[in-house]
């Protein structure tokens, strides 16, 4: 299992450009989960997906979407890069159950200039 | 509102010597609570993690952490600490809710002296 993958592994944007970021799991997992880490931050969660179709969001979404057709796969849209979202964008996916971890992707590092 | 703290930005050992990373949660129920590290450039790997049962529970690369109700907290230890244990360290706690979605402490770096 290739587990949790992301691409790209780096990007530049200048500001107002738009771009998405990948994210797929080969482990047949329910909840997907996208957060962005801040330098001497923890994470914090921007959305979410408990399964196909099913999107919401959590704690920071504003200048982002996301859209979940397909188990494997939840990509993380950025409409109109803002410096503010320069950080570090994880993905990660859980099965379903409440005694389960989260599984991170290696991470994605963004920066709006 | 359900937060985790961890009062340590930093933390500087030296190899050989123990380790205990604090972390302190704040949460109505019993919690499902992690321990995550985090090497240079990497994703996060999950080191162990507590739902029930016994409050001292041991995880990867001969970590382990107590968690104490009485004191809202899940303390990370290492008797000997390695070089290559130089990383970030996450406390977390899932919300248990439709979503488990993980709340982070901001992390502890652990720096090792040779």
């Known amino acids: 299992n290739a587990g949790v993958t992301q691409t790209p592994k780096f990007r530049i944007l200048k500001i107002g450009q738009s771009m998405t970021l990948q994210c797929a799991q080969d482990m047949n997992h329910n909840y997907m989960y996208w957060y962005r880490q801040d330098p001497g931050m923890g994470l914090k969660l921007i959305y979410y997906?408990?399964?196909?179709?099913?999107?919401d969001k959590g704690e920071v979404p504003n200048g982002y979407n996301v859209s979940r057709s397909t188990t494997e796969d939840f990509p993380l849209r950025l409409e109109l890069a803002a410096p503010s979202q320069t950080s570090v964008y994880f993905c990660?996916?859980?099965?379903?159950?409440?005694?389960?971890?989260?599984?991170f992707g290696p991470g994605t590092r963004l920066t709006v200039t | 509102a359900q937060s985790v703290t961890q009062p340590d930005i930093h933390i500087t050992v030296s190899e050989g010597a123990s380790l205990e990373l604090r972390c302190n949660y704040s949460?109505?129920?019993?919690?499902?609570l992690f321990w995550y590290v985090q090497s240079p450039g990497q994703g996060l790997q999950l080191l162990l993690k507590y739902f029930s049962g016994d409050t001292l529970v041991q995880g990867i690369k001969g970590f382990e952490a107590e968690f104490k109700r009485s004191q809202s907290s899940f303390n990370l230890r290492k008797p000997s600490v390695h070089w290559s244990d130089a990383a970030e360290y996450f406390c977390a706690v899932a919300e248990r809710d439709s979503s488990y979605k993980l709340i982070f402490g901001s992390g502890t770096r652990l720096l090792v002296r040779p």
């Open positions: 990660a996916s859980r099965r379903e159950g409440q005694i389960y971890e989260q599984y």
């Open positions: 949460y109505g129920a019993t919690p499902y």
């Open positions: 997906s408990v399964g196909a179709g099913i999107t």
